[in-house]
């Protein structure tokens, strides 16, 4: 199987809240460092209200929801910026992190984005593996990120 026959579909969060929320706390469950969103209305006020997002999901062949990108686009910095990004653990390693993250680069060059960039949790090995392996690089690191008194890393890859 090869993901790059699969299609991006872009959602509206308040129409597919429920099969986003099922698959983000799938990939939380399965990822020691995530901190999972514990309601459906604490997912939704974190996509449109806390940040402005778009979000993208990739399907499987019978249409379930296997993967998920939420960004935030920053017309005045110049950058796009993923907010979100998982896989359905049943289908990591596979190569669809790479193309949904090359979707995203496509996405913000096409808008005339400079760069891409992401906040990880420094203790998220998986994460900064994958971005590492995709070309991003560690631009600085900041205790208490998101006030919630994890260290996190901030990265970048600038688009050619
Ligand atoms: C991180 C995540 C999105 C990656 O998606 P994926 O489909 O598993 O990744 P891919 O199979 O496309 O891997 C792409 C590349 O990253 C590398 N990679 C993936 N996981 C890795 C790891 N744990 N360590 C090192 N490299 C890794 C792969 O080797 C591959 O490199 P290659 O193209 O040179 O072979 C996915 O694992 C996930 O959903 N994790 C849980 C949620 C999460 O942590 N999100 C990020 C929050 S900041």
Redesign the pocket.
């Given at each position: 199987m090869t993901f790059k026959d699969f299609r991006a579909t872009k959602i509206d969060v308040r129409i597919d809240l429920d099969r986003l929320f099922a698959l983000d706390s799938k990939?939380a469950k399965a990822?020691p460092t995530?901190l999972p969103l514990e309601t459906k209305q604490e997912l939704l006020k974190f996509l449109t209200v806390d940040h402005k997002t778009e979000t993208w999901v990739w399907r499987d062949s019978e249409g379930r929801f296997i993967g998920y990108l939420s960004v935030i686009d920053k017309p005045t910095e110049q950058f796009m910026e993923v907010l979100n990004?998982?896989?359905d653990p049943e289908f990591?390693?596979?190569?669809?992190?790479?193309e949904m993250m090359a979707f995203a680069e496509r996405t913000a060059a096409k808008l005339g984005r400079k760069k891409v960039t992401?906040v990880?949790n420094v203790k998220?090995?998986?994460?900064i593996?994958?971005y590492n392996?995709?070309g991003y690089r560690i631009t600085d690191k900041k205790p208490n990120y998101y006030g919630d008194g994890k260290t996190r890393y901030l990265f970048e890859k600038v688009l050619s």
């Open positions: 990939v990822s995530l990004i998982g896989v990591q390693g596979k190569g669809l992190g790479k992401l990880t998220n090995k998986q994460a593996g994958f392996a995709l």
